[in-house]
């Protein structure tokens, strides 16, 4: 039985201010509809401009994974997107009033408190998840970075660090499921070596990092222009090094907090994705830069799957609608009407069905000795299955017409030759609005596409 997508029950909000830029932020996670995932909203911009959690819109992966889309910017977003894929959320607005999350404790626990105080629903729809089948692997051969991703029966991570310095060592840790992030994963903390903080702060960033949200692992003797700098930033009278290597008084949680707060990043940054991943990810020297470069490999491996796989029907159960009830619908007739059944139909999609058969008139000539059914006609009759999509959403169909406005990304992949069964799949892109149906569309016959397009049209009361 497949799973239903989530979202929040209700509203809740944090403060507190952003680890690079040290601006006060106010965020709100809000509950969303189903299929729009995970977004993020700029309430300090005009217009409040929305931007996806996708690996397209990542821009940068210094110290943080920042998004960008049409010039806005999501700063450090891995840590908040962490907690949501924990919390078995599928759908969720994440509104801010400045371009970088709050880091809180550096860690993903408030955000966990958080989103469980908000409550989980259950929505109309089934969860998107990937299942993986085969092995795949991508690999940073200047750093050695690798990451795998295999078939297993749960979402399990193993992250593996080593950063070639004597003070953290190696680590590892692994999350067998994501039910174990909350007690193992979410407290862990972000880190930083004191050559890498030092540059930090000449890059004017760590704004809002004080010692209660950021591990400092002192790889090198501290000279009195870096404590100078280093009690400034933190707006300290003194500072000192713990036995441990760790600057001042902070106390590790775990003795491998790092290799769980890589292990934490790699979840939010796999997040970007767009969809729940259900197999195991080994991450051996994982950072933001190999995590997004995995995302978006993965998430250009899903698209061309979902585009490549073929749907079943079972065409011996009784037609959700016949050639008669496809007629009081649309007002297409012989010998233009190239659907013969509807096979299911939603307010977000519909399937089609067509018999090819030397009897059609197009075969007369096109082409004598070797008919092939034209493609325009391919298109033509997806769009009939567009046009059962939105006629649906008015009382009385048989009162309009359907018009194209256009079609996009049109590709013929195979022939369809008499005798050949074909399957239609229509998908809104956006709702239908003003008559307006903007779709993505697949045909299938013999087990494999044959042609796909976007398409648009327009419905429009009949003349009197």
């Not at 029950?9 to 709100?28: R, Y």
């Not at 309430?43 to 010039?71: C, F, M």
């Not at 259950?122 to 200047?142: C, G, L, M, P, S």
């Not at 013969?340 to 977000?348: K, P």
Request: proline share 5%; net charge negative.
């Amino acid at each position: 039985m497949s799973l239903k997508q989530k979202t929040i029950k209700n509203e809740v909000t944090l403060l507190g201010v952003g680890l690079h830029t040290g601006k006060k932020v106010t965020m709100t996670f809000k509950p969303a509809p189903v299929n729009s995932g995970y977004a993020f909203a700029r309430l300090d911009l005009e217009g409040h401009p929305v931007i996806e959690a996708k690996a397209a819109y990542v821009t940068s992966t210094q110290r943080g994974t920042t998004l960008e889309k049409n010039g806005v910017t999501i700063n450090t977003s891995e840590h908040v997107l962490a907690a949501v894929v924990a919390s078995d959320i599928d759908n969720i607005l994440i509104e801010m009033d400045s371009p970088e999350p709050p880091i809180m404790d550096g860690s993903s626990k408030e955000f966990m408190i958080a989103l469980a105080t908000a409550g989980l629903v259950e929505q109309e729809a089934d969860r998107n998840e990937y299942v993986v089948t085969e092995v795949i692997t991508h690999r940073d051969e200047k750093t050695g970075s690798e990451i795998i991703l295999m078939p297993a029966d749960e979402y399990s991570i193993t992250a593996m660090v080593d950063f070639g310095t004597k003070i953290l060592g190696t680590q590892n840790m692994t999350m067998n499921s994501l039910s174990e992030f909350k007690e193992e994963i979410a407290d862990a903390r972000t880190f930083s070596f004191l050559h890498e903080l030092e540059a930090l702060l000449d890059h004017n960033l760590i704004k809002g990092g004080d010692l209660n949200n950021a591990i400092v692992y002192v790889d090198q003797p501290i000279s009195e222009e870096t404590m100078t700098k280093l009690l400034k930033a933190f707006n300290k009278d003194k500072l000192a090094v713990n036995p441990n290597g760790i600057l001042d008084n902070l106390t590790l949680r775990w003795a491998n907090e790092a290799a769980r707060h890589k292990l934490l990043d790699v979840i939010g940054d796999l997040a970007l994705v767009g969809t729940r991943i259900r197999g195991k990810v080994i991450a051996n020297k994982p950072g933001h830069l190999i995590n997004t470069v995995f995302a978006k490999k993965l998430a250009k491996i899903i698209k061309q799957e979902k585009r490549n796989k073929v749907p079943v029907y079972d065409l011996n159960l009784p037609p959700l609608m016949d050639i008669h009830q496809i007629m009081e619908i649309l007002p297409h007739r012989p010998p233009f009407l190239l659907i013969d059944r509807i096979l299911e139909l939603s307010d977000t999609h519909v399937v089609g069905m067509k018999n090819v058969t030397m009897n059609e008139d197009f075969f007369v000539g096109h082409f004598p000795g070797t008919p092939v059914m034209p493609g325009v006609l391919q298109v033509e009759a997806m769009a009939q299955c567009g046009g059962v999509l939105v006629l649906n959403t008015v009382p009385d169909p048989e009162n309009y017409l359907t018009y194209f406005m256009k079609m996009d990304n049109v590709k013929f992949k195979q022939k369809v030759l008499p005798g050949d069964t074909l399957i239609f799949r229509a998908e809104l892109i956006s709702p239908i609005r003003r008559g307006i149906c903007h779709m993505q569309a697949y045909g299938y016959a013999n087990g494999k596409i044959v042609v796909e397009a976007q398409l648009m049209a327009q419905i429009a009361r009949k003349p009197q």
